[in-house]
């Protein structure tokens, strides 16, 4: 049984039918697919989560994963960005003190320094040995909500130097796609353009 994962953000996260995760799957011809893909997560919950799979040898056939924007920090159970709606149940003491980082702690430069330097670690060391095939693609190109020049490339598997913010409308179109922030004709157009480069 062939198994297709998801990892990343709210981009990959939808398991509607319409969803371009379950088209992809389908195109791929993949039997089982394993959902992985939490709105507002950093690159550090993908790491954990994909390296528990590696540990416990139970990486999918085929893994895709959908990298965030640098500024989401890490936390095992909650969303913690810029802007975060408090969640009910949730100590305000820790929204707090997110809301101090931000204003007195945060720098852009650092995040985006750290960002590039564990992507690329991740890509050479650690998805270069999977046994898997690896599909790497943007939810957001770093660094295109601060209008810089992107600059990182990732070598391993299939890389898909390309934003699924940019091709959903970016800004302007936020909120007005229902699944993985894009309307149903984009969710099909972007799991053709996936499976075309894969398939190229």
Known sequence: ???IGFFGDSFCASNQPESWCNI???????????????????IWSVFFQYNRLIHQDDVPDISIFCWTE???LYHPR?????????????DPNMYEALEQYWI???NYDKDELAYEYALKHYDQNILSKVNSEIVQMWSFKPFETAGK???????????IDESMYAFS???ENWGNGTINHMTVEQNQQWADRVYETIRS
């Open 1 to 3: 049984m062939k198994s």
């Open 104 to 106: 007195h702690l945060h």
């Open 24 to 42: 992809l799957q389908q195109k791929l011809g993949a039997d089982r697919i394993r959902w992985f893909g939490n709105p507002g997560t950093s």
């Open 70 to 72: 640098p500024y989401r």
């Open 78 to 90: 909650h969303i913690l960005s810029a802007n975060t709606e408090p969640m009910e149940g949730v």
């Open 149 to 159: 020049g992107a600059g990182i490339k990732l070598n391993t598997g299939t890389f």
């Open 169 to 171: 409308g970016g800004k």
